[in-house]
């Protein structure tokens, strides 16, 4: 061998020999610093009904959501935020489930557009302690401030402004969403079919990574609120009228009212404050109401008619006609004080059901619902309805220009037959159920009330063709083609 | 002069920026106003982190990359950190026993970085504050550390091994004012455990960060958290060997 190839080989060698070593090693630590193994873990949604065992992950960087989302440990996957989802949305019988909880950084906050660029995990109550004080409020606030970002996309959640700002697409500007090849596309009004098919898709078309969210500039943190309680539904129909006065409106309403006063109600309406009509030294300062607990289940049957229909008398006496301000927080989340209230139905959890229906015909469908709800003595502790304003262009999107009407049912033997008795007068009078609360729909209802249901198919189809995101939900309404 | 040596506008090195419990413990730091270096590999990551304190708190941060086990880098690494007021040692790796007994790579990993990383960059630490006369250091050792289990010992002894070198820091630097803190975590709910069955009194890592915060801030020479696991290993600490090795820990 010559002298020269001799010099480069002596030299070459130990460089690769070190380099590969390292590699090695990086490989070593990176595998223990990059868990994206999955476990099994019993997984509920917030009305505890169903529990399933799923196999989860929880990636902590961005870069094993990937990973994850792709990893053959799995046969299918769903992404899953706070669980805030009453029934099986966010659950995966027997196959993945990607918890999304640690990727919860701001990305971004552009104080002149009031955009804020957040990760997917990134929940509402985490937004709210940040910049509430810096004067900016979530544009839609759903029943819980436990929720994230990315949820509440995939569900497009609605608030009590629904019947004048519309859902929180309205005010998403931009959602990067990561899909089952393991690419990332970034989704505006620009990709109308893909955005607003992840709007509202129930996470069927991938994992949402982040997202830009328009706040909206507040003076106070409180909220000027007027109650106003009605007699029967037909007056509360009636005072809806008034809703454009108020940016929030919402009526609780007593649905173990009967006969003449079905329907009875406390209108919760208001807008907020402004800087004038607050006292004080920071109108922005809030206090978190003081954390109460359930700590237990409480026993099957305490919440019985007899006992709700006392509080609900209860509650309607104690809200005569007024006005006041209220602190943002037991405006919007009068629950959220109390951590894990879902337990006061007992072990065997509750159904949430939450309908809309058309004008045309929400007034007799109303009746219809309450009348049934009264007469088989379900007890409903908390029960709400309020005015819907336009549609989204969401093939999946569940809000139409009417009512809705959230109620809770104990789970019993026979809660599957009793919403479907529900089901088939809200498809009578037009209407549908919400999907982040559903438990006992099925396949054939769902195509019936989401008549669009094939246009979600076709755009799931082009972005996950070998149906790599299913959900329990998904499966069990076979949702984009799942079997 | 007097000089802040804790507090708004202090900078804070945090090594291993992107694990577990490195990521609340810079949220927590900026929260109280200090300015951050991130030092770690996962660069994208540590970018991220450092936007969310910017959001957050306004934080002005500092991206610096950071391979543990390249201890020749370090002297070079430390420079390019610039002035700081204090350090918080977080980069580890835990491998299941089982594995670290039948692969030396794995057992050998936890001891080049668990341990003789954290002497490498330490050294340089600790001469520089001790020269200077002030500064605070924080390591993440480990209740692992405290007593050999039979199930987690590989592990818990380059635990033990980082408790005793920061025993003997805190030491050398009483005379000149640096503080040297030793935090004893319990299992913590990050990576390194997911999945982990039936771990005892799981904390979260914002709980953990909160704690450490806390301890660094009043000069603690060793924090446990939970705070009970104080408790429970003086317990443990006290039962003798010969009961110890027929124990199923």
């Known amino acids: 061998m010559d002298v020269a190839p001799r010099l480069v080989w002596r030299t070459v060698t130990p460089v690769l020999a070190r380099e590969g070593l390292n590699l090695l090693r990086f490989w070593a630590f990176a595998h223990t610093l990059s868990v994206t193994n999955f476990v099994s873990r019993d997984l509920e949604g917030w009305g505890r009904y169903p529990v399933e065992t799923c196999r989860v992950a929880r990636p902590e960087k961005r870069r094993d959501v990937a990973m994850a989302a792709q990893s053959d440990e799995v046969p299918d996957i769903i992404a899953r935020g706070l669980g805030r989802a009453y029934g099986d949305a966010a659950l995966n019988d027997n196959s993945g489930v990607l918890l999304n909880e640690k990727l919860n950084r701001f990305l971004d906050f552009d104080e002149s557009s009031s955009v804020l660029h957040a990760e997917a995990g990134a929940s509402f109550a985490d937004i709210l302690q940040t910049f509430v004080p810096r004067g900016w409020f979530l544009p839609v606030t759903p029943g819980t401030k436990f929720v994230t970002?990315?949820?509440?996309?995939?569900?497009?959640?609605?608030?009590?402004?629904?019947?004048?700002?519309?859902?929180?697409?309205?005010?998403?500007?931009?959602?990067?969403?990561?899909?089952?090849?393991?690419?990332?596309?970034?989704?505006?009004?620009?990709?109308?079919t893909e955005f607003w098919a992840t709007v509202s898709g129930m996470g069927l078309t991938g994992v949402i990574l982040s997202a830009k969210l328009r706040l909206m500039p507040i003076e106070t943190a409180q909220i000027a609120t007027t109650y106003t309680r009605t007699e029967n539904l037909e007056a509360t129909l009636a005072a809806f009228g008034s809703d454009e006065d108020f940016q929030y409106s919402v009526a609780w309403i007593d649905c173990l009212a009967s006969g003449a006063s079905l329907g009875r109600s406390v209108l919760i309406r208001g807008n907020h404050a402004s800087k004038s009509a607050v006292r004080g030294e920071n109108p922005l300062a809030f206090a978190a109401p003081r954390g109460k607990k359930v700590p237990l289940d409480f026993p099957d049957g305490a919440l019985n008619p007899l006992s709700v229909k006392a509080f609900n008398a209860l509650y309607y006496a104690a809200h005569p006609d007024a006005q006041k301000l209220v602190g943002f927080e037991p405006f919007f989340w009068p629950l959220d004080s109390v951590s894990g209230w879902n337990k006061i139905y007992g072990a065997r959890g509750f159904v949430q059901y939450?309908?809309?229906l058309p004008f045309e015909t929400s007034r007799d469908g109303l009746t219809k619902l309450l009348e049934t709800v009264s007469r088989a003595g379900q007890a409903s502790f908390l029960a709400v309805l309020k005015t819907f304003g336009a549609s989204t262009p969401s093939p999946l999107g569940f809000p139409l220009p009417g009512h809705t009407l959230a109620l809770d049912i104990p789970a019993s033997d026979g809660i599957v037959e009793f919403t479907h008795t529900l089901n088939r007068i809200v498809f009578n009078h037009g209407g549908r159920v919400y999907l982040a609360k559903d438990a006992t729909l099925d396949a054939e209802m769902f195509r019936q009330m989401y008549p669009r249901h094939e246009e979600f198919a076709a755009v799931k189809q082009s972005l996950d063709p070998q149906n790599r995101f299913q959900s329990s939900l998904s499966k069990r309404l076979q949702i984009g083609g799942a079997a | 002069m007097n000089e802040k040596t804790f507090g708004k506008g202090c900078r804070v090195l945090i090594l291993g920026a992107t694990s577990g419990i490195a990521k609340s413990l810079a949220r927590e730091f900026a929260r109280h106003g200090f300015d951050l270096v991130l030092a770690g590999r996962d660069m994208d990551e540590m970018q991220t982190i450092a936007a969310d304190a910017r959001v957050r708190y306004g934080t002005k941060s500092e991206i610096v990359p950071f391979s543990a086990t390249d201890f020749e880098s370090h002297p070079e690494f430390w420079k390019s950190c610039g002035a700081l007021d204090g350090v918080l040692c977080c980069f580890g790796v835990m491998h299941t026993q089982n594995e670290a007994?039948?692969?030396?790579?794995?057992?050998?990993?936890?001891?080049?970085?668990?341990?003789?990383?954290?002497?490498?960059?330490?050294?340089?630490?600790?001469?520089?504050?001790?020269?200077?006369?002030?500064?605070?250091?924080?390591?993440?050792?480990?209740?692992?550390?405290?007593?050999?289990?039979?199930?987690?010992?590989?592990?818990?002894?380059?635990?033990a091994a980082v408790s005793t070198y920061a025993e003997g820091l805190r030491a050398r630097l009483f005379a000149s004012g640096v503080s040297m803190t030793t935090i004893k975590p319990g299992p913590v709910d990050t990576a390194m455990s997911f999945g982990l069955d039936k771990l005892p009194l799981l904390a979260s890592p914002e709980k953990v960060a909160a704690d450490i915060y806390r301890g660094v801030r009043r000069k603690a020479d060793v924090v446990y958290t939970p705070a009970p696991w104080r408790f429970i290993m003086a317990i443990l600490c006290a039962v003798p060997s010969f009961l110890w090795k027929r124990a199923k820990l």
């Not at chain 1, 996309?153 to 929180?168: E, F, M, Q, T, Y």
């Not at chain 1, 990561?178 to 620009?190: D, K, M, P, S, V």
């Not at chain 2, 990993?109 to 341990?115: F, S, W």
């Open chain 1, 354 to 356: 939450q309908c809309a």
């Open chain 2, 101 to 159: 007994e039948n692969d030396w790579q794995k057992a050998y990993a936890m001891i080049e970085v668990n341990y003789s990383a954290s002497v490498s960059i330490l050294n340089i630490a600790a001469n520089e504050f001790e020269a200077r006369g002030r500064g605070f250091i924080a390591i993440l050792s480990s209740v692992a550390g405290d007593r050999g289990r039979r199930s987690n010992y590989i592990y818990g002894s380059t635990k």
């Open chain 1, 149 to 192: 970002l990315g949820g509440a996309i995939a569900c497009d959640v609605h608030g009590k402004n629904h019947h004048r700002d519309g859902c929180l697409s309205n005010f998403i500007e931009e959602i990067e969403l990561l899909t089952a090849n393991g690419e990332t596309r970034i989704l505006t009004r620009e990709t109308p």
